[in-house]
């Protein structure tokens, strides 16, 4: 059977895939939303290694492309917009853009399936990530405004948003989750 583990973001601990938080008990960091993967796609780190006469490694293993791209997954900030009614998560990356699904719709992020989501707009906002802090810019706001914690964001004002935050698209509630690294 293909074991699976959760690598936490913020120590690196090596989780089983069904734990929620870090089992290292100097982290707890939230798991929910960090995704399984196999683990024996990660180097086994108990390879023997050869030493040289001064006492160095004389071979130092590469990590393989899968662990390189496993890696640079989990280095990328991640935010997760959770809509409070359905539970739906979407996740959201830095300079995604995020509306109403549509074939006219540039958004990265389309939403459909919810309740009043017509009422969001087509690009309703966009989520970025600079000097280890994510912000959320409203796009549309004429008819379709954007709430952060009940404080309306004004068209083009770009607002810093952290984990447990509560965004309003319209008349549409999501819970901000980020998982901190």
């Known amino acids: 059977?293909?074991?699976h583990i959760k690598i936490c973001p913020k120590c690196g601990h090596h989780n089983p895939e069904w734990e929620e938080v870090c089992c290292d008990e100097s982290c707890d960091q939230f798991l929910g939303m960090v995704e399984p993967i196999a683990a024996s796609s990660v180097a086994d780190v108990n390879q023997k290694v050869g030493t040289s006469t001064d006492g160095f490694p004389s071979y130092v293993p590469q990590k393989s492309d899968q662990q390189a791209a496993v890696t640079k997954r989990l280095l990328q900030p991640i935010?997760?917009?959770?809509?409070?009614?359905?539970?739906?998560?979407?996740?959201?990356?830095?300079?995604?853009?995020?509306?109403?699904?549509?074939?006219?719709?540039?958004?990265?992020i389309q939403m459909s399936n919810i309740p009043n989501i017509n009422f969001v707009s087509r690009e309703h906002c966009q989520f970025d990530f600079e000097n280890g802090h994510w912000f959320v810019t409203a796009i549309r706001t004429a008819t379709n405004p954007t709430y952060l914690n009940q404080l309306l964001i004004r068209l083009g004002e770009r607002m810093p948003i952290k984990n447990g935050d509560r965004l309003l698209m319209s008349n549409v509630p999501f819970q901000v989750r980020v998982i901190e690294s």
Do not use: N
């Not at 935010?79 to 509306?99: M, Q, R």
């Open 1 to 3: 059977m293909l074991e």
């Open 79 to 108: 935010l997760y917009l959770e809509h409070s009614e359905s539970s739906k998560i979407f996740e959201i990356h830095a300079g995604h853009i995020v509306g109403q699904a549509h074939p006219t719709s540039r958004a990265h």
